[in-house]
C-alpha cells in the first residue's frame, strides 16, 4: 500500500522542521517520544516551535516490534527539507552490518550538510554504517556495545552515558534516553524554560543524573577453573573485608607479581580494579533489595564509611548511593 505523497510534510511557516526517519520492525514508543517532545514545545506566545513529520524509505504501512503497523505517508523525499533528523531504533539493528544498504545511503544523502541528525537506540549502528560517526563520541545500548565496538572501531563510543552532543551528530543510548535526547536538543535551540515545560507536561524530569553505568548489572560469574578463580570466589565472600593484593596472592600461593600478571590475564583487570567493581555490585544489590542504611551498606561492601562509600558509587555509577535507591527501590525508601 503506497499513501498519496502530494501530502505536504511540512507547512512553509514551521520555524524548524523535524523528520523521523523509521524503519520496519521500529519501535512505537521511539517514535512517540520524537512526535510528543518536538510537538509540545511552545513559544511564550503559544507557537508551536516545532513540526514533526514522519518517513519511511517506502511510504505506506509500516510493521513495529509490536502488533499494530504505522502508516507512514511520506517517503525519503522530506528529508531534504528537515532541519533535524531523527533514527530511531528498528529490530533489524539486533542483526547489523557493516554496510550500509544501499536504498538507505541514498535516503541519508538527501539529508542538507547544515541539518542535526539523530539516534535514538541502536539506531546509531546506521548512521556508523553511513560514516557520519567517525571519529566521534557516539554511544548506544549497552546491551550492543560490545557488537557496536566490533563493527565500528573508527568511532568513540561511550556506553556509559545516555546521550551523546556532536554538534551536528547526536546519539542517545536507549529508548527512554530518546527523553533525554529530545529534552536536551529542545534544551540547546530554546533553552532551559522551554524543555522544562515539555519535560513538566511529558511528566518527566528536565535532566536525570547519572548515565547508562547505573542500568548495567554485572552479576558474579561463576568462576572458572582457573589458576585466580578459587582466589576470586575466595574473597567475594569477604568482600567487607580490608583486603590487600598481597593476601590475594598468598592464597594463590603466588608471588604478587605473577598472581597480578595471571589475574589480568584471566579477568582483563588488575586485582583491584575487580575488587572494586564487586564492591560496587554488592553496594548496588544492598541499595536495591534492602532497607540498610548508608554506614551499613558501606562496611558490608569494604568500603567502610558512608563518605567513602558516597565517592566512589558516584565514581563507578555517575549518582549518589540515595539516588540510586530512589532509582531502583522508589521513592520513600531509605
Not at 517514535?31 to 511564550?44: C, H, K, T
Not at 553511513?130 to 571519529?135: P, S
Request: glycine share 8%.
Amino acid at each position: 500500500m503506497r499513501a498519496d505523497r502530494a501530502i505536504p510534510a511540512f507547512e512553509d511557516s514551521t520555524p524548524h522542521r523535524v523528520a523521523v526517519l523509521v524503519r520496519p520492525g521500529l519501535l512505537p514508543m521511539e517514535l512517540g517520544i520524537v512526535l510528543r517532545l518536538f510537538g509540545q514545545a511552545r513559544s511564550a506566545h503559544g507557537a508551536p516551535l516545532y513540526q514533526v513529520a514522519t518517513c519511511a524509505l517506502e511510504p505506506g504501512e509500516l510493521r513495529t516490534d509490536a502488533d499494530i503497523t504505522v502508516n507512514v505517508k511520506h517517503g525519503p523525499e522530506i528529508l531534504a527539507l528537515a532541519d533535524t533528523v531523527v533514527l530511531p531504533a528498528s529490530d533489524e539493528d539486533y542483526r547489523p552490518t557493516e554496510d550500509l544498504a544501499p536504498q538507505m545511503a541514498a535516503a541519508l544523502c538527501r539529508i542538507r550538510p547544515d541539518a542535526r541528525i539523530a539516534s535514538i537506540c541502536t539506531g546509531s549502528f546506521v548512521l556508523a554504517a553511513a560514516g557520519l560517526l567517525d571519529g566521534l563520541r557516539a554511544t548506544t545500548h549497552w546491551r550492543s556495545s560490545a557488537q557496536f565496538r566490533a563493527l565500528h572501531p573508527g568511532v568513540r563510543l561511550d556506553p556509559d552515558v545516555l546521550y551523546t552532543d556532536e554538534g551536528r551528530v547526536l546519539t542517545a543510548a536507549g529508548v527512554a534516553s530518546g527523553i533525554d535526547l529530545c529534552l536536551h536538543m529542545i534544551r540547546t535551540d530554546h533553552g532551559s524554560a522551554v524543555a522544562n515545560d515539555v519535560a513538566r507536561g511529558t511528566v518527566v524530569p528536565p535532566h536525570r543524573p547519572g548515565g547508562q553505568a547505573q542500568y548495567i548489572q554485572h552479576p558474579i560469574p561463576q568462576e572458572p577453573e582457573s589458576s585466580t578463580g578459587t582466589v576470586r570466589a575466595w574473597a567475594a565472600q569477604r568482600i567487607d573485608q580490608p583486603l590487600q593484593l598481597r593476601d590475594l596472592a598468598a592464597q594463590a600461593a603466588m608471588s604478587v607479581r605473577t598472581f597480578t600478571r595471571r589475574f589480568r590475564d584471566e579477568v582483563g583487570l588488575s586485582p583491584a580494579e575487580w575488587l572494586f567493581q564487586q564492591r560496587v555490585e554488592r553496594a548496588r544489590a544492598l541499595l536495591e533489595e534492602t532497607s540498610h542504611t548508608i554506614d551499613r551498606i558501606a562496611a558490608e561492601c569494604g568500603f567502610g564509611t558512608a563518605s567513602s562509600l558516597r565517592r566512589h558509587f558516584h565514581t563507578a555509577l555517575g549518582v549518589s548511593p540515595a539516588a540510586y535507591r530512589t532509582t531502583f527501590r522508589g521513592p520513600g525508601t531509605k
